[in-house]
């Protein structure tokens, strides 16, 4: 049987995909990400479905309830936060999956970064303002980066950053990207994108970090800094101009 990880989107029920819906409601195991996962997702499991919460599960125990289910032969929805494309902690287990000779598939969702813009009612990508998006998170208490992708490389390259994991060390990061970026530079805290309970914040990095504070935002947010944050015009795109050459 398979295995397929499913984006479960940024948090709201209604933006899993229509595949990701189709495979949640018809495997009769589903691993999730406790409270990241909302319970509406989980009540379009099939009925009798076995719901397991990897929250506090170590990646050994998830990979034997995964091995455990194909042995049993049943398919399984691996319910991933956002998109598995991104900070999923999905490579390592489908290398353990593949040792084990256990198929597995990947279903797109919508990611957190896409929700927070949405928020933000802005296009990451405004012609003439900013072009380039690099999606990165702090290296305080988690797996440490890889040479050459430290936060001041990014904040010293431009381009609009989009960090993950990062808001309970806002005072931290805005002082590593000080060293780089202007006080002005404009920046926004998206907490709980798409959710009832999604929180806002917009200011400059002179400000944010006591935007944050006094938010009281500790988790599931991103962080949004950037030009392409503030701004409420630019350019406008060759793929609609005018002037460009059409067959």
């Not at 900070?87 to 999956?97: G, K, N, P």
Request: glycine share 8%; proline share 7%.
């Amino acid at each position: 049987m398979t295995v397929r990880f499913v984006g479960a989107g940024p948090g709201a029920p209604d933006l899993i995909t229509v595949r990701g819906l189709r495979v949640l409601a018809t495997s009769p195991v589903c691993l999730y990400a406790g409270s990241l996962v909302p319970e509406e997702l989980l009540g379009q499991c099939p009925p009798h479905a076995r719901k397991i919460d990897t929250a506090r599960m170590t990646l050994d125990e998830i990979t034997a309830s995964l091995v455990e289910a194909h042995e049993a032969g049943q398919d399984v929805a691996r319910l991933c936060s956002g998109d598995p494309a991104v900070f999923s902690a999905v490579a390592e287990q489908t290398r353990r999956l593949d040792s084990a000779g256990v198929p597995w598939e990947i279903v797109p969702g919508v990611p957190a970064f896409a929700a927070a813009a949405a928020a933000l009612r802005t296009e990451l990508t405004v012609p003439g303002v900013g072009q380039s998006v690099v999606l990165t998170r702090d290296a305080a208490n988690a797996t440490p980066m890889p040479a050459g992708e430290s936060l001041d490389v990014w904040a010293a390259a431009g381009g609009t950053l989009v960090l993950h994991l990062a808001v309970q060390r806002c005072a931290d990061v805005v002082a590593a990207l000080l060293r780089h970026r202007s006080p002005s530079e404009p920046v926004a805290v998206v907490a709980r994108a798409s959710r009832d309970d999604e929180v806002v914040l917009r200011g400059t990095l002179a400000d944010i970090a006591a935007r944050v504070e006094e938010a009281g935002v500790r988790r599931t947010a991103v962080i949004v800094v950037g030009p392409v944050v503030g701004v409420a015009e630019g350019g406008e795109s060759h793929l609609y101009s005018a002037a460009r050459a059409r067959p």
